[in-house]
């Protein structure tokens, strides 16, 4: 079974830009979770989707936003970008989002904001 | 606010050597704790633990729950070069959606 997936791998933007990034789950999850790793904050839950709709989010500002398709995969985007959104954005899936089963994450993209 | 801590931040030990790391957690209803390993890029799972008191094990690693402590500790004996990595402890409140809350890491360095 392929594991999930993220597109792009690495990202260079510039301050004010935006950017989506992109995940596909592993077959049949269809639960997706977004988190922002950095040095000093570690991994920070973003948002949780699970059959096209938000079912949680974390305490990050308005402009980081996602969506997921009918096929379970997501995208998340963040608009006017800053210094500080440079990150490891992971996603993470599993069957259903419930605590019953672990997440599996993706290798991350790697966002780079100058 | 969920919390996780976990200690130590660092640890470098040799070959042969067997590791504990810990875990403690604050959080609303909780449901159940995770550990990860972090080489490069993906976290890989490794246990998910919901009941106090029963180890899991995989080969060299175990894990167990303690609920009355508040804490989890991750156990590596007979470690390898190959351990070397950040070890994420996370916990899943019973009531948030696909949602981890994950502590600072341990990073574990083997040396030959």
């Known amino acids: 079974k392929a594991g999930v997936t993220q597109t792009p791998r690495y990202l260079i933007k510039t301050r004010g830009q935006q950017v989506t990034l992109s995940c596909s789950p592993i077959?049949?999850?269809?639960?997706v979770s977004w988190y922002q790793q950095t040095p000093g904050q570690g991994l920070q839950f973003l948002f949780e989707?699970?059959?096209?709709?938000?079912?949680n989010k974390g305490n990050f500002p308005g402009r980081f936003s996602g969506r997921q398709f009918s096929n379970s995969r997501s995208e998340m985007n963040v608009s006017t970008l800053e210094l500080g959104d440079s990150a490891l954005y992971l996603c993470?899936?599993?069957?259903?989002?419930?605590?019953?089963?672990?997440?599996?994450f993706g290798p991350g993209t790697r966002l780079t904001v100058t | 606010e969920d919390k996780v801590v976990q200690s130590p931040l660092s640890l470098v030990v040799h070959e042969g050597d067997t590791v504990t790391l810990n875990c403690s957690y604050e959080?609303?209803?909780?449901?159940?704790l995770l550990w990860y390993k972090q080489e490069k890029k993906a976290p890989t799972f490794l246990f998910m633990l919901t009941s106090s008191g029963i180890e899991k094990k995989s080969g060299r690693l175990s894990s167990i729950l303690d609920k009355k402590e508040l804490s989890s500790i991750l156990n590596i004996t007979a470690t390898q070069t190959g351990d070397s990595a950040i070890y994420l402890c996370a916990v899943a409140p019973g009531t948030s959606y696909g949602k981890l809350t994950f502590g600072q890491g341990t990073i574990l360095t083997v040396h030959p």
């Open positions: 989707y699970f059959s096209e709709t938000q079912r």
């Open positions: 959080v609303t209803n909780f449901r159940s």
């Open positions: 077959s049949g999850h269809r639960s």
């Open positions: 993470a899936s599993s069957p259903d989002g419930t605590v019953v089963y672990e997440q599996y």
